[in-house]
Structures are given as structure tokens and as C-alpha cells.
């Protein structure tokens, strides 16, 4: 409709004029934090940069693994047999509206099994769809398709993987003597959070093919983004010796592919299931050794998939680096404080869905903020007499919302894809409008029952 693309022009210019590189927006978040945490704190300099340079090793692990993540489903990605499933899938679209849709529902939808899948199903698809679409009648903008992928993250917080409302439900949490053990069925399986979690689903899946532009303003996908060589047969040689021969048989890849799903078969009987990142790295890796040709040609597939990987080396620890000072420094807990001072019994959960998105914008993990801001907005729960639920759903509403605005987890998706975050951003700030309305009023609604 014509409505919602001219409701999305003015997101998309300010976006395309004002907004930096991923890379200069972090910095940028960077020197605002540290000039705040000096205000707004009794930091002196040399502890809050002690703060941050600590704090820039704090996501290491977590790097690692987002890292091996997305080498290992940029790998399984193409492989033969996966690139045959995507191009079936990336046929379905018969119209511009239902290419969209389909990226937006499966990426919400994968989001909601868990944040890691959201990302990377949703990027693929983007990619696979855009390919396809090149050979139909009509165009799709593949910055909205992209941006389209990225929107169903707006709904992972709802989901089996959320941080906050997994927190709290595991027994012996540091807040357990304050709420004991909260179990899931009063958080993400709640009937109000699974009614706001498919309304959103709805309205993402209905608004972003609605901001499409005109076919002749439509950018497709970039033919040189699509050409690879990853099927390409080797090259036999005359004389192939027993050491290449070994190298090139499928056989040990597959060992190796059933030798990680028989531990991961071992670790579920021991344990239980957990859909942890080490969990979804391990899938990714034992798929990917599974359907490649060889040992070698999966290290191929491995050497092309580890250039995408440079902006998340590169930007994370800076992000993690903001995480340190805001939490060492005592920041995030001025903002929260001054945030609850003005709240109701009736409010707290709004005001803890302002502040996550807030916060959000600069400590963008959902488990690393609910580390630092959990605790005080359960001590603002109890001394308001306010369900623990509601601010644990709205600290995590805020911080899945406000991740329209912010790159960080934008980045593996725009590696993937190919595109810059100032062609995608401009889209979801429209999906940041309509998500505020909706888990604004659903948290309002928890606050006032």
C-alpha cells in the first residue's frame, strides 16, 4: 500500500543520510558512553577507560562462537544438497508481496526456536529468495528482503532461546532468594506472551511487503554476489596419490559428522536438551561435514565462508567494551534508577521496556544486560508489589525491540547478504514503530491486571 512506503521514505533517508558504518557507529557509542559515564558518574577518567579496556575482552567466547556459528551455516549453506532445498523454497514466492512475507514469517518463526537460527535462517533465505526471484516476472527489492529477514528478529526475546526468561527459570539463579524459581510458563509461555508474540509475527509478515517500492526502484540482489565456485568438481589429475585419494573420500567427513551427532545424542540423554550456542555451533559443523563431497572440499567451503566473518572479529569486542564500562562504571544502574523513580505499580513494566530498549542500544546482549539490569528492576518489582514476570517480559521486550535501531546483530546478517546496514536500517525503523505499539500496550496491559 502506498501509505506504508511513504511512511518508510523519511526512516529510509534519514537512515541512508545520518546513519554511519557499523564500525564508526560503534565507535561513536563508545565515546558517547564514556562522556556519560563521566557526568553521570563519579568515575574519573583513568577508571572508566580501566572499565572499558577491560570490558573489551568480556564477549571473547562469545565471539568465538557467533563466529564458528556462522562459518559452520555459511558452510552447510553451500553445500549441494542445501543449495538444492533453498532454490525449491526460493521458487515458492509466485508475487513480490509473498517473497517478503516468507522471509519475514520463517525468520520469525526460527527466531522464536532460537535467536542464532533467527539470524542466519533469515539471511539465507533473503539470499535464496532474491536468487531465485531474479528469474520471474516481477522485481524485489533486495534491501527490503534483507531488512524483511532481520525484522523476524524482533520477536527471539518470545522464544525457546530467551536469556532473561531462561535466567530466572533455572534453579539456583543469583536471584532466586528474592523470587525463587520462576518457571517458563509464567514468562515466554505465558498465554499474553504467546498472544504478543504472534501479533507481531502478523504484522511484521503483513507490513514489510507493504513499504516495497516500485519496480523500477527496486535494487535486486548483486549477480556478483551469487557467483561461486563451491560445486565446482576438483580437477582430476593423471596420477592421484593415496594421500590425495584419502583426503578427497567423502568417508572421513562423515565419520567426523557422526563421531560430533553421537556426542551430542550422549550429551542430551546426560544432561537434557539445551538449545545452547555451543549446541547450535556443533549442528552446524556436523551437517556441514555431513553433505560436503570431502574432507577437502569442506575446508573450501570453510575458507570462502570465513571472509564474512571480519566485521563481527572486528566490531564485537567493541561492543563488549561499552558492556564493561556501563556496568563497571555504575551507568546502567543511574539510567535504570532514574527510570524507576518515576514508575507505578501500574507502569513498572513500561518503564522497564523504555529502559531495556535503552540500555539495548548500547549493551546489546540479551544475557549481559539482564546480568546488570535484572536485579534492579526485581528490587523495583518487589518494592512496587509487581509480578516479577512483568518486568523480566519487559526488559525483555525492550531489548528485542530496540534491535531495529541498532546494528549489532544486523552484522551477521549484512555479511551474509552482502549489503551495508544504512540499505536495511531505513526499513526497520518503520517494524521499530509498530513493535513499540503493540509490546508497549501489552506490557501496560500486564502492569494494569
Known sequence: MKIFQILA?????????????AFIFVIILSVITF??????????????????GDGLSMLFTFTAQITIIMIGAHSLAHTASVQNFLTRI????????????????????????AWSFGLIIGAIM?????????????????????????SGYVIWHMGYSSSSALFVATPGHLLENKIGVLPVTETILSPINIVLALIAL?????????????????????????????????????????VEKFENHRSLSIFLAIAIFTY????????????????????????????????????????????????IILQYPFYSG????????????????????????ETLGFFAFLSGGFINMFVPSGGGQWAVQGPIMIEAALSLNVAPEVVVLGVAYGDQWSNMIQPFWLIPILAITGLRMRQVL????????FTGLIYGSGILYMGAG
Open 426 to 433: 531505513g526499513y526497520t525503523f518503520v517494524i521499530f514503530l
Open 35 to 52: 562522556i556519560s559515564a563521566l557526568i553521570l558518574t563519579e568515575a574519573s577518567v583513568s577508571s572508566a577507560l580501566l572499565a572499558w
Open 264 to 311: 551430542i545424542a550422549v550429551t542430551y540423554t546426560q544432561k537434557g536438551f539445551s538449545l545452547t550456542l555451543d549446541f547450535v555451533s556443533w549442528t552446524f559443523l556436523a551437517f556441514g561435514l555431513l553433505l560436503a563431497n570431502s574432507p577437502m572440499h569442506y575446508i573450501k567451503l570453510v575458507n570462502n565462508a570465513a571472509g564474512t566473518v571480519g566485521p
Open 126 to 150: 533473503a539470499r535464496s529468495v532474491a536468487k531465485e526471484c531474479l528469474k520471474k516476472p516481477f522485481k524485489i527489492h533486495y534491501p527490503l528482503l534483507v531488512a524483511s529477514a532481520y
Open 90 to 113: 526460493g521458487q515458492l514466492p509466485n508475487t513480490a508481496y509473498q517473497a517478503y512475507s516468507l522471509v519475514a514469517f520463517t525468520a520469525g518463526v526460527a527466531s522464536l526456536c
Open 202 to 242: 502478523a504484522t511484521i509478515t503483513i507490513v514489510c511487503p507493504l513499504m516495497r517500492p516500485k519496480n523500477e526502484d527496486a535494487i535486486e540482489i548483486d549477480p556478483t554476489l551469487l557467483t561461486d565456485d563451491h560445486q565446482k568438481p576438483v580437477e582430476k589429475k593423471d596420477k592421484v596419490t593415496l
Open 322 to 345: 561499552i558492556m564493561g564500562l556501563m556496568a563497571t562504571t555504575g551507568l546502567m544502574k543511574v539510567i535504570s534508577d532514574w527510570i524507576i523513580s518515576i514508575a507505578t505499580p
Open 9 to 21: 521514505r523519511p526512516f529510509i533517508a534519514f537512515v541512508e543520510r545520518y546513519y554511519p558504518d
